[in-house]
């Protein structure tokens, strides 16, 4: 089966400018996570999606960050403006049904920030 | 909230020996699954562990879950060149609906 696919694989933006995030995930997964790892850290989760619906987004940042799933399939992730502090890889995985279920990643988004 | 800490944060072995790292909850767990992530990669699902005490072999790699379910450890014996990446523990808390995920374990092994 086709994976977890994601774009851009780099970005590289100014801070206070706006950047988008692609992900497709595997087909006919219901969940699906947006993950923020900074160097040398753990995925931190920032929203996950169950279907077309928030399950959780307790740690985005909803002053510059928003997401969403339309149709319950593919989402995007948005930084408006960006910060230094956003520089990191963004993550996005599926899994089948809940978090019960394995995660599978994409090989991510690496944003830097001058 | 609910945190998962893992330890040590990073471990050097020379191939052929063994390696554990250490997962621990600050809450109780209705799971644990275990990512391992190469440099430069994203991590990739190893297992899952849900019953309490549960042993669970994949080959060279062996994983527990504490009987009370807030801990657990992944052991690798006779560490190969293959094995260097970063293993993070991932929490499902009880009751809740998301993952947490530890820190992490760099393992370097040198030859």
């Known amino acids: 089966e086709a994976g977890v696919a994601q774009s851009p694989r780099y970005k590289i933006i100014e801070k206070r400018q706006s950047v988008a995030f692609w992900c497709n995930p595997i087909?006919?997964?219901?969940?699906l996570y947006w993950y923020q790892q900074i160097l040398g850290q753990g995925p931190k989760l920032l929203i996950q999606?169950?279907?077309?619906?928030?399950?959780?987004d307790s740690q985005l940042p909803k002053d510059r960050f928003s997401a969403e799933r339309l149709k319950g399939v593919d989402s995007t992730l948005k930084i408006q403006p960006a910060k230094l502090e956003d520089s990191a890889v963004y993550l996005c995985?599926?899994?089948?049904?809940?978090?019960?279920?394995?995660?599978?990643f994409g090989d991510g988004t690496r944003l830097s920030i001058l | 909230g609910q945190q998962v800490m893992q330890i040590p944060q990073y471990q050097h072995v020379q191939e052929g020996e063994d390696f554990t790292t250490y997962c621990n909850s600050s809450?109780?767990?209705?799971?644990i699954q275990w990512y391992k992530q190469r440099p430069g990669g994203h991590p990739v699902f190893l297992i899952q562990?849900?019953?309490?005490?549960e042993v669970k072999k994949q080959k060279r790699l062996t994983f527990q879950f504490g009987e009370a379910k807030k801990n657990s450890s992944l052991h690798i014996t006779a560490t190969q060149t293959t094995d260097v990446g970063t293993y993070f523990c991932?929490?499902?808390?009880?009751?809740?609906?998301?993952?947490?995920f530890g820190a992490g374990t760099r393992l370097f092994v040198k030859a």
């Open positions: 995985a599926s899994s089948s049904t809940d978090s019960n279920q394995p995660q599978h």
């Open positions: 087909s006919g997964h219901a969940t």
């Open positions: 999606f169950q279907n077309n619906g928030v399950v959780d």
């Open positions: 809450t109780t767990l209705s799971n």
């Open positions: 562990l849900v019953k309490s005490g």
């Open positions: 991932a929490g499902r808390g009880s009751g809740g609906f998301k993952t947490i």
